[in-house]
């Protein structure tokens, strides 16, 4: 096998499958390419899962659940004690386990490992966290209704889509940034002390918008174009709120009564549009300058072949980008046809996600592991699915990733996995099969002599090259 | 005190039974260099100074914060009171008893050298000690420890707990990094086959090294209940680095991460997200005093964070990114029970670029004066090394005993 088919299915996939490193093997970039065309089947994994809809409409039921808890005179010592967090837990949860299960499952098993690393990709670029609350159950459908129908088309489709989504919105405040002067109508929110109606800007989302999403933090906004950017956008917000009891239609919405109306100049240009097309024109305007190209470049730049990225492959990429208005197989290609991403294997090493997947690709057997267990093991190496730290979301270079902790962590898990599976594996084929040459002798020789197949299985995975991409 | 003090007579009797000299146990005010620690809480988002340290003499304090105010001591939820002037947020009531106790400062009005407002360019410059958000790859704490050089020990002198280590502590400096587990422990063949493994892999190697002296340090120690959702990780994972640094030859410096400060929404009320960090905060500290035992007589802890918020309340009862705000510093080691803060005061004109608490004291000159008391480091490798091109900011001066 090449060391090409080793960097197609491992760097750019998410780790051979059996037979996987042979497919690849006549013409690994081809297997890539075909990987990004336009649409791609859904994963029947996803069948049943909640839309942003259905998912919405969870929060207002547990917030009915309340009630009955603080009145709860009657619960007995029999019952756990009924908390907050605890009936959040016991409503909301279940969708949470659901969505990392199917989204673990699908990785596991996809055959285009390679447009779905991508959808990973943008999910971080669009960072939504659970970490609040609000948007917990919502974080599932926010990449499957934002992110993957636009994986095979263009960025500002995918940015405008992701502005818009009720997880983005809710996430980043924007459903609490308003006009100055605005009245609450008719919420029964608007009684609530605890959150009381806003009553103007909320910069969260126009900010993070332009450092994190398009422009880059050195892309040249200042907090005039900031402040300027968040009044465009008053309005986007998402119905119902948490105290509408019976939603219609719940999602996205533009409220014109919250809209600031009137041009706005920002980013050295006057936008005469109202309503929500002034942000919609600002967004596709945004989406396609040379820093947004740049930084996205960049950050692909640095996914896909180092954490330092070569210059040179940067501005293939932000070339591409900026001729092809962000179409984004274009972009992929600019990027496969990077020299510098076919030299060196082993670049990058794994975040614990990428490590868990490529162990469930490596050993179908662990794909049968209960979710929870993956679930506690991915949280307890420091990457909870959908749980990144920051909107900046999860850091992609090896230094967040190789401290003493982390890699403790992954020995364990090998030590376990191999205790399940080691007396069926044969690791000495499963490292030719996914690594070929670019397995080292050290390696080789450790696998040989190891004293049983368990310990030579738990050698692999906890091995320099399986941990790396 | 009680226990402390018999503590104390207790050993100063054995010592002189053994006739072993008095000296062997250091006044507090002189420990060796080995005794000393320094802690480094990182709380990332942007606390908001005006919550945590309320300037309620300020005049014009109520008026622009209007519903986010925290009232004057003595009223309803009011701040408890530090000076006439400045007060803590009334969650904080444990850091109040240290301040009380002389075993805090309060700094006020300080921020990095950073006047953008974004999160992550903002936290790396805090971080790597230069006066750029990508000046380099290393933390200013970890080239501290290598500047230190023989004043501290060999070996792991750095923990980060969590699992991960932040920026700060990066380096060449070896840096522990430790976070609770419930999984078995592997076996001790297999580990060695690993260590000859990585041998010939610079990074994997270090972070294995490093790896099993935290395993050591930490055997037999209870996983706690740091990983269920319902438990307080942070509180956690102050009591584990109060354990690591507590033990006699331990090592000097840890670190750790607070999430969750960036509070745009609703910060005021008993469930608003400010409330429950400044608890935690709160209960941190004092679990860490706790942890660390006797330690914490020579012990300083940090705790900073990228940026204050802005003065006026935005539009959903939260606040906007900001400049200066508020830090404290913590500890037996530091001559507490005072606010340090040159302040600018919150009149319009008083404001940094109209909207924020203006800056009157570097972050670094804070940090600088830490190193000089718990690591022993001179001016000369702080203002080229530790935090390059700083020599206008003098370690501030009183800050240690």
């Not at chain 1, 609450?184 to 999403?213: C, K, V």
């Not at chain 2, 009005?109 to 006066?131: C, M």
Request: a positive charge; aromatic letters at 8%.
């Amino acid at each position: 096998m090449s060391i090409e088919s080793v960097i197609a299915v491992n760097r750019f996939g998410l780790g051979a499958t059996p037979g996987e490193l042979a497919a690849a093997g006549a013409d690994p970039r081809g297997w890539l390419a075909r990987q990004v065309g336009a649409t791609a089947p859904a994963s029947p994994a996803f069948g049943r899962l909640a839309t942003s809809g259905e998912a919405l409409k969870a929060y207002p039921r547990w917030i009915a659940s309340l009630g009955k808890v603080r009145g709860g005179a009657g619960d007995s010592a029999q019952t756990a004690p009924r908390t907050v967090e605890g009936t959040f837990r016991e409503q909301l949860g279940p969708i949470m386990l659901e969505e990392v299960t199917a989204r673990l499952a699908a990785a596991a098993s996809t055959p285009a490992p390679f447009r779905e690393r991508l959808v990973w990709f943008w999910s971080n670029h669009f960072t939504v966290s659970a970490e609040k609350a609000l948007v917990f159950a919502l974080v599932g459908s926010f990449e499957r209704e934002a992110i993957r129908p636009h994986v095979g088309g263009y960025f500002a489709d995918m940015l405008l889509a992701a502005t818009r989504h009720p997880a983005m919105i809710l996430y980043l405040d924007n459903h609490l940034s308003v006009r100055k002067g605005w009245q609450a109508q008719g919420l029964r929110g608007s009684r609530s002390t605890a959150f009381p109606p806003p009553t103007g800007l909320n910069e969260n989302l126009a900010r993070e918008i332009l450092e994190l999403h398009t422009l880059g933090v050195n892309g040249g906004y200042t907090q005039a174009d900031v402040t300027e950017f968040a009044r465009v956008i008053t309005g986007w917000t998402v119905r119902p709120t948490m105290f509408d009891l019976e939603p219609a239609s719940p999602g996205f919405v533009f409220d014109p009564t919250r809209h600031e109306p009137g041009p706005r100049t920002l980013l050295g240009v006057t936008w005469p549009q109202e309503g929500v097309g002034q942000g919609e024109a600002v967004l596709r305007d945004i989406a396609v300058r040379p820093a947004t190209a740049q930084h996205v470049a960049t950050k692909v730049a640095r996914h896909f072949i180092a954490d330092e990225p070569p210059p040179a492959a940067v501005a293939r990429i932000a070339h591409a980008f900026r001729d092809s208005g962000g179409h984004l197989p274009t972009v992929y290609a600019a990027l496969l046809d990077c020299p510098e991403a076919w030299k060196q294997p082993l670049a990058k090493l794994k975040t614990p996600v990428e490590y868990v997947v490529s162990c469930m690709r490596a050993l179908p057997a662990v794909r049968a592991a209960q979710p929870q267990a993956l679930y506690a093991t991915l949280r307890g190496m420091g990457q909870r699915p959908f749980f990144a730290p920051s909107p900046q979301g999860w850091p992609d270079t090896a230094q967040a990733w190789a401290g003493g902790d982390a890699l403790w962590k992954r020995i364990e898990w090998a030590g376990i996995v191999a205790a399940r599976v080691g007396s069926t594996a044969d690791p000495q084929r499963l490292a030719a099969a996914s690594y070929g040459a670019a397995t080292s002798e050290g390696t080789r020789r450790a696998l040989e002599r190891a004293e049983s197949r368990e310990q030579a299985l738990a050698l692999w995975l906890a091995s320099p090259e399986f941990q790396r991409r | 005190m009680t226990t402390r003090r018999k503590a104390l007579q207790l050993f100063g009797g054995t010592a002189a039974l053994l006739g072993l000299p008095g000296l062997a146990f250091a006044a507090p005010g002189n420990p060796r260099a080995g005794e000393r620690r320094l802690v480094f809480i990182f709380l990332r988002g942007g606390m908001d100074g005006l919550s945590a340290v309320p300037p309620y003499g300020d005049p014009e304090y109520a008026a622009r914060r209007g519903a986010l105010a925290v009232p004057s001591p003595g009223s309803a939820g009011g701040a408890l009171d530090l000076d006439s002037h400045f007060g803590l947020n009334p969650n904080l009531g444990e850091m109040h008893r240290l301040f009380a106790a002389r075993e805090l400062v309060v700094l006020h009005a300080v921020a990095s050298p950073y006047r953008e407002r974004s999160h992550f360019d903002a936290q790396n410059l805090i971080e790597n000690g230069t006066a750029r958000p990508f000046g380099r790859e290393v933390g200013w704490l970890n080239v501290a420890l290598g500047a230190a050089g023989g004043r501290v020990a060999a070996g792991t002198q750095a923990f980060a707990l969590g699992q991960s280590v932040p920026l700060v502590l990066r380096g060449p400096a070896q840096v522990g990094s430790w976070s609770p587990t419930r999984l078995p422990v592997p076996d001790a063949d297999l580990l060695e086959r690993l260590a000859a493994l990585y041998r010939g892999d610079a990074l994997l190697d270090r972070s294995f090294t490093v790896a099993r002296e935290a395993q050591a340090m930490m055997e037999g120690r209870d996983a706690g209940g740091g990983m269920d959702g319902a438990t307080l990780p942070v509180v956690e994972l102050a009591r584990a680095a109060g354990e690591i640094l507590g033990k006699p030859n331990g090592p000097h410096v840890a670190a750790l991460d607070f999430g969750g400060w960036d509070t745009h929404i609703s910060q005021q009320g008993e469930y608003s997200q400010l409330t429950r960090n400044l608890r935690l905060l709160d209960r941190s500290v004092a679990t860490l005093r706790t942890a660390l035992g006797a330690a914490w007589r020579h012990t300083a802890v940090l705790i900073v964070t990228e940026f204050g918020r802005a003065v006026a309340p935005n539009g959903s009862g939260g606040t906007d990114h900001g400049t200066a705000g508020a830090a404290f510093v913590a500890g037996g080691a530091v001559r507490g029970g005072r606010v340090i803060a040159d302040w600018p005061g919150l009149g319009p004109r008083a404001l940094h670029e109209g909207r924020d608490l203006r800056p009157t004291l570097d972050l670094r000159a804070l940090f600088k004066a830490a190193l000089v008391a718990q690591l022993g480091l001179g001016e000369a490798v702080l203002e080229t090394e530790v935090f390059p091109d700083s020599r206008t900011v003098r370690p501030l001066d009183g800050l240690f005993a």
